[in-house]
T-cell receptor, first 110, second 113 residues
Framework: DQQVKQNSPSLSVQEGRISILNCDYTNSMFDYFLWYKKYPAEGPTFLISISSIKDKNEDGRFTVFLNKSAKHLSLHIVPSQPGDSAVYFCAANSWSKLTFGKGITLSVRP | DTAVSQTPKYLVTQMGNDKSIKCEQNLGHDTMYWYKQDSKKFLKIMFSYNNKELIINETVPNRFSPKSPDKAHLNLHINSLELGDSAVYFC????????????FGSGTQLSVL
C-alpha cells in the first residue's frame, strides 16, 4: 500500500531548462511534505519542504507546489544544473512518521 | 565533521550470523531512526528513538533489536540473518518538532549470502 507515489522512475532534462518532479499521496492525514535528494553511496539530504497549510514554498532554484485537493505535490528546479543529477525522494509526515516515495532519478544533460 | 556517521559502510555475511551496525550523530538531536531501503528502493522506517526511548517500532521481525545507549547513539543488532535482510540501512536523526527534517547517514549496504 503505497501512500506516497512517485510514478515516474526517471526524468532527463537539458541543462538550463526546468525540471518538474511529481509526487502523489493518498493519506489525508499527512500535514507536512519534504523533498530529499540522494547521490550514489550517500544518504538522502533534505532539500525543501512545505506545510499542508501552504501551496507554495520557494528556496532559490527550488520551488515546491502543493495541491491538497488533488493530493499532489511537485518540485520545480529552474534552471537545472548537471549537479542536480540525483535521486529525488518525496516524503510526507504524519504523527512524526515520514513515509517516502520510491524516488525519481533526475539526469541533467550538459 | 560527519554529522551522522554509521559503520560499517559495507557488510557481507552468511545467513544465520549475527551482526551490528553502529550509528552516531553529533548534531545534538534528540531523535534517531533506522530506515531500510529495500530492493524496490522504498525507504521504510524501522525504529525511532527519542531521548533513548523507543517511539516508533514498525512491523519488524524480533531479530532486529535497536539499542540506544545515549541520545547520540542508536545501534542496530540483527540476529540470525536471512537472505531477505539484504538491503541498505540508513541511520538518521532529527530535532523533535522539526517536522521530521531528517539528517541521514551514508548508509550500510548489507549483503546476506
Amino acid at each position: 500500500d503505497q501512500q506516497v507515489k512517485q510514478n515516474s522512475p526517471s526524468l532527463s532534462v537539458q541543462e538550463g531548462r526546468i525540471s518538474i518532479l511529481n509526487c502523489d499521496y493518498t493519506n489525508s492525514m499527512f500535514d507536512y511534505f519534504l523533498w530529499y535528494k540522494k547521490y550514489p553511496a550517500e544518504g538522502p539530504t533534505f532539500l525543501i519542504s512545505i506545510s499542508s497549510i501552504k501551496d507554495k514554498n520557494e528556496d532559490g532554484r527550488f520551488t515546491v507546489f502543493l495541491n491538497k485537493s488533488a493530493k499532489h505535490l511537485s518540485l520545480h528546479i529552474v534552471p537545472s544544473q548537471p549537479g542536480d543529477s540525483a535521486v529525488y525522494f518525496c516524503a510526507a509526515n504524519s504523527w512524526s512518521k515520514l513515509t517516502f516515495g520510491k524516488g525519481i532519478t533526475l539526469s541533467v544533460r550538459p | 565533521d560527519t554529522a551522522v556517521s554509521q559503520t560499517p559502510k559495507y557488510l557481507v555475511t552468511q545467513m544465520g550470523n549475527d551482526k551490528s551496525i553502529k550509528c552516531e550523530q553529533n548534531l545534538g538531536h534528540d531523535t534517531m531512526y533506522w530506515y531500510k531501503q529495500d530492493s524496490k528502493k522504498f525507504l521504510k522506517i524501522m525504529f525511532s528513538y527519542n531521548n533513548k526511548e523507543l517511539i516508533i517500532n514498525e512491523t519488524v521481525p524480533n531479530r532486529f533489536s535497536p539499542k540506544s545507549p545515549d541520545k547520540a547513539h542508536l545501534n542496530l543488532h540483527i540476529n540470525s540473518l536471512e537472505l531477505g535482510d539484504s538491503a541498505v540501512y540508513f541511520c538518521a536523526s532529527s530535532l523533535q518538532g522539526s517536522n521530521e527534517k531528517l539528517f541521514f547517514g551514508s548508509g550500510t549496504q548489507l549483503s546476506v549470502l
